[in-house]
């Protein structure tokens, strides 16, 4: 055990029985670092939840049908969502041509990352071009959306919780408003999990006022089936 904590630490291993333990090096001010919460020295190594496929399937749907699945993904994520700098980019540069309404295809989109000097840094011609391909239709833009979104916020989690561990030890003086703030971050996440349900909920209401208008305009007459 002693050998583990060591390598995890950084440390070299010291000798048993010369006093220099975890407790003597408290007593000497020197700072003691902990192990891992689950006990593991790897786990902080561990690479965080993302799916490549998932971000490369959002990516290739919105290169193939940018109208309708940049439309949807600007509504649900933005580019933190993504774990690969260089799907961020390429995120990026497809949001920036569909906001000022120029089009997009595999040439005008390759052409535009050149002229930025982003090309080689997403993967060259072929990596923009394999996109194209990666999926037959932009369909199922919704589940590669929300795959990408999961894994977005388990990362939050992770980042929250090593974060609230790590001030846990140093602020142990603050407990209130560590908790605070703690529960703060937890709900800001949370809030990541249902924007997608409150955009659901935005788009029927403003259906619903635009069916309201429609009878306004009417100017009550009556509609139906005559009879």
Same mark, same amino acid.
């Given at each position: 055990?002693?050998?583990?904590?060591?390598?995890?630490?950084?440390?070299?291993?010291?000798?048993?029985?010369?006093?220099?333990?975890?407790?003597?090096?408290?007593?000497?001010?020197?700072? @003691?670092?902990?192990?891992?919460?689950?006990?593991?020295?790897?786990?902080?190594?561990?690479?965080?939840?993302?799916?490549?496929?998932?971000?490369?399937?959002?990516?290739?749907?919105?290169? /193939?049908?940018?109208?309708?699945?940049?439309?949807?993904? @600007?509504?649900?994520?933005?580019?933190?969502?993504?774990?690969?700098?260089?799907?961020?980019?390429?995120?990026?540069?497809?949001?920036?041509?569909?906001?000022?309404?120029?089009?997009?295809? +595999?040439?005008?989109?390759?052409?535009? +990352?050149?002229?930025?000097?982003?090309?080689?840094?997403?993967?060259?011609?072929?990596?923009?071009?394999?996109?194209?391909?990666?999926?037959?239709?932009?369909?199922? @833009?919704?589940?590669?959306?929300?795959?990408?979104?999961?894994?977005?916020?388990?990362?939050?989690?992770?980042?929250?919780?090593? $974060?609230?561990?790590?001030?846990?030890?140093?602020?142990?003086?603050?407990?209130?408003?560590? +908790?605070?703030?703690?529960?703060?971050?937890?709900?800001?996440?949370? $809030?990541?999990?249902?924007?997608?349900?409150?955009?659901?909920?935005?788009?029927?209401?403003?259906?619903?006022?635009?069916? /309201?208008?429609?009878?306004? $305009?009417?100017?009550?007459?009556?509609?139906?089936?005559?009879?």
């Amino acid at each position: 055990m002693a050998t583990q904590s060591s390598a995890w630490t950084g440390e070299k291993p010291r000798k048993a029985g010369n006093g220099a333990g975890r407790g003597s090096a408290a007593r000497s001010g020197e700072k @003691v670092v902990p192990i891992s919460p689950t006990g593991s020295a790897q786990d902080i190594h561990r690479t965080p939840p993302h799916s490549v496929d998932a971000e490369q399937g959002v990516l290739g749907s919105m290169l /193939i049908s940018p109208r309708e699945a940049i439309a949807e993904c @600007v509504e649900k994520i933005n580019e933190e969502y993504f774990y690969v700098p260089a799907h961020r980019t390429i995120y990026n540069a497809l949001v920036d041509l569909w906001n000022a309404g120029q089009a997009i295809d +595999l040439i005008t989109f390759t052409q535009v +990352l050149r002229d930025r000097h982003l090309l080689d840094s997403v993967g060259g011609a072929a990596f923009v071009t394999s996109l194209f391909t990666f999926v037959p239709t932009a369909a199922n @833009v919704g589940y590669y959306l929300d795959i990408v979104r999961d894994k977005y916020i388990l990362r939050e989690i992770i980042s929250a919780a090593t $974060e609230s561990v790590r001030r846990a030890y140093e602020e142990q003086d603050e407990v209130n408003n560590l +908790l605070d703030e703690v529960e703060q971050r937890i709900f800001a996440v949370g $809030e990541d999990r249902f924007k997608g349900q409150m955009l659901s909920m935005k788009e029927h209401a403003m259906q619903a006022i635009e069916s /309201i208008e429609k009878l306004f $305009e009417g100017k009550g007459r009556i509609t139906g089936i005559s009879t």
